[in-house]
């Protein structure tokens, strides 16, 4: 195992937005990017926390990303708004974006933000669950550059494809889920590779198109959607919705327009929020999904998903984050410039 350091918190955020500034964001960007990333080391999610801070300063210092970005946000129809992301990255277009959002879903029942030349580089989970604390069911999708093969090819043709979806749980916490149609997370893949450790047959294929358990392999060549044309099917449905419905690129394009310098390609996400009093069940809805969960969870080994992260997001305030040393000694040289 790899030697590993540990950072409170606070430490661990001081770092990154030091090391954010450095490389040429102001505050406004460089605080949300490091919310998003503390977040998920809060929750123990390692591949979307520190990890991602090399590739966030990869794209500010080759002068990809507008690290001054000033996202505005446009009303273009009852129920669709729109956040032009002026070419920053997506946290501080989200920021502006997801309290309008939430307030038009409660005027109307349902309503969608899309977000355009944005970089997305972040977990999906903190979007919709910042809808689900607001009482609203919320789901979200991003594309990327190419990394995963559609059924039947060999070749990188999809982004690995996230989607989230919430559900708001009065008195409880939310219901999340946040996956991608990948057999496995880019960036987890990336992590076994960095710890020497082998991925399951099926994460991915080399680049002579066979099967391996070998992570520098996959990367090398493809990976894969789950579940074989239904992953597939899904990620074509994300790159149609967080692409083509609000007229921002699809994977193929992001990676012909990207710089490949270890950051984020440019893209879309759209993110639809709905309040469940105002689809007619106003008085019911909320025991009716109540009695769903018990009725699932009283089957052993059954738990809801977001429980493993809701549990280290109590604990990390008081035992910190292990970072690996190399990843630790990296965040370092970052923040010093």
């Known amino acids: 195992m790899p030697e590993t350091v540990n950072l409170s918190l606070d430490e661990a955020r001081a770092l990154s937005l030091a090391a954010l500034e450095a490389h040429g964001a102001n505050r406004a960007n460089a605080a949300a990017v490091t919310d998003i990333m503390i977040r998920a080391e809060q929750d123990r999610c390692a591949s979307h926390g520190l990890f991602r801070l090399q590739g966030y300063c990869a794209s500010l210092r080759s002068g990809k990303v507008n690290g001054a970005a000033s996202p505005k946000l446009r009303d273009i129809a009852p129920g669709v708004l729109r956040v032009d992301g002026d070419g920053g990255f997506a946290p501080l277009a989200l920021d502006t974006g997801l309290p309008a959002l939430a307030e038009r879903a409660r005027q109307q029942g349902i309503a969608a933000l899309g977000l355009v030349d944005i970089y997305h580089f972040a977990a999906l989970w903190p979007e919709v669950e910042t809808l689900a604390e607001a009482g609203l069911s919320g789901l979200a999708f991003t594309q990327a550059s190419p990394m995963v093969a559609p059924a039947g090819g060999?070749?990188?043709?999809?982004?690995?494809?996230?989607?989230?979806?919430?559900?708001?749980?009065p008195g409880k916490d939310p219901y999340v889920f946040d996956q991608a149609s990948a057999a496995m997370a880019r960036g987890d893949v990336m992590i076994h590779a960095r710890d020497g450790k082998k991925v399951p047959i099926g994460t991915g294929i080399d680049p002579d198109g066979n099967p391996t358990e070998d992570p520098n392999a996959v990367l090398a060549g493809a990976q894969l959607p789950f579940g074989g044309y239904k992953g597939s099917n899904i990620a074509m449905m994300v790159e149609l919705l967080a692409g083509g419905l609000i007229g921002s690129v699809f994977s193929y394009e992001a990676g012909r327009l990207d710089n490949k310098d270890g950051g984020p390609p440019i893209g879309g996400e759209i993110v639809i929020a709905m309040d469940p009093a105002r689809f007619g069940d106003a008085e019911r809805w909320a025991d009716h999904c109540e009695a769903l969960f018990a009725e699932a969870t009283a089957m052993d080994g059954?738990?809801?998903?977001?429980q493993r992260r809701r549990k280290a997001r109590l604990e990390t305030p008081e035992t910190g984050i292990e970072l690996a040393r190399s990843l630790y000694d990296t965040v370092t040289e970052l923040a010093n410039g």
Do not use: C, Q
Request: net charge positive; proline share 19%.
């Open 154 to 169: 060999t070749k990188p043709f999809f982004g690995t494809n996230p989607m989230a979806f919430s559900w708001p749980r």
């Open 302 to 306: 059954v738990r809801l998903p977001g």
